[in-house]
């Protein structure tokens, strides 16, 4: 099972929004609703941060959306803190019962 | 408090065996699905294994499969991993992970452990 394809890096000056995109095949991201985002600083264990594609565990800020179409799903942060800087993971069911992760894109606040 | 404590990482040699656990505490672990997922050096995340809230369903990554058991002990709220054949390319962090699908599994998780570190070496 091939990695979800995400952008290597992405950046935003605070107060700004940004969308970071998660690109699989109808085997996994675009045949289920399954997809997750994860925030991950360095050093650190990463965080739930959306959900069955859209969906915000309590106590994650509603600056953090999460949606799809097709085969891409995206992760929009908008409001940009400097907290909000770290590596960002999204992750999918696959039809083959597995869960496969994206590449990972860092997110750098100017 | 709700968490998840690993152990048992270390420096093996190729070839060699290693048995990680994963310590649950302040939930019924018993409810819940695990994961494995780990984490090379400067890398990416990547799944490893799943298994259901009563021990009688597992999945694996085709990385390990066959090499790697994914088990659980729930009167001792324990998770843990075998690994067997090990190979330069299983070194990484290892992270045990709840599945926030308490019935059912949903693959996103929301609990993490803080992870423990696999180093496969001569």
């Known amino acids: 099972q091939s990695a979800l394809t995400q952008p290597a890096s992405v950046s935003g000056s605070p107060g700004q929004s940004i969308t970071i995109s998660c690109t699989g095949t109808?085997?996994?991201?675009?045949?289920?609703?399954?997809v997750s985002w994860y925030q991950q600083h360095p050093g650190k264990a990463p965080k739930l941060m959306i959900y069955?594609?859209?969906n915000r565990p309590s106590g994650v800020p509603d600056r953090f959306s999460g949606s799809k179409s097709g085969n891409t799903a995206s992760l929009t942060i908008s409001g940009l803190q400097a907290e909000d800087e770290a590596d960002y993971y999204c992750?999918?069911?696959?039809?083959?019962?597995?869960?496969?992760f994206g590449g990972g894109t860092k997110l750098t606040v100017l | 408090e709700v968490q998840l404590v690993e152990s048992g990482g270390g420096l093996v040699q190729p070839g060699e065996s290693l048995r990680l656990s994963c310590a649950a505490s302040?939930?019924?672990?018993?409810?819940?699905?695990m994961h494995w997922v780990r984490q090379a050096p400067g890398k990416g995340l990547v799944w490893v294994s799943r298994?259901?809230?009563?021990?009688?369903?597992?999945s694996y990554a085709d990385s390990v499969k066959g090499r790697f058991t994914i088990s659980r002990d729930n009167a001792k709220n324990t998770l843990y991993l075998q690994m067997n054949s090990l190979r330069a390319e299983d070194t990484a962090v290892y992270y045990c992970?709840?599945?926030?699908?308490?019935?059912?599994?949903?693959?996103?998780?929301?609990?993490w452990g803080q992870g423990t570190m696999v180093t496969v070496s001569s």
């Open positions: 992970a709840r599945d926030r699908g308490a019935v059912t599994g949903s693959d996103a998780f929301d609990i």
């Open positions: 302040g939930f019924t672990f018993s409810s819940y699905w």
């Open positions: 298994i259901n809230s009563d021990g009688s369903s597992t």
């Open positions: 109808s085997s996994d991201v675009g045949g289920y609703n399954y």
């Open positions: 069955e594609v859209s």
């Open positions: 992750s999918s069911y696959t039809s083959i019962s597995t869960l496969v």
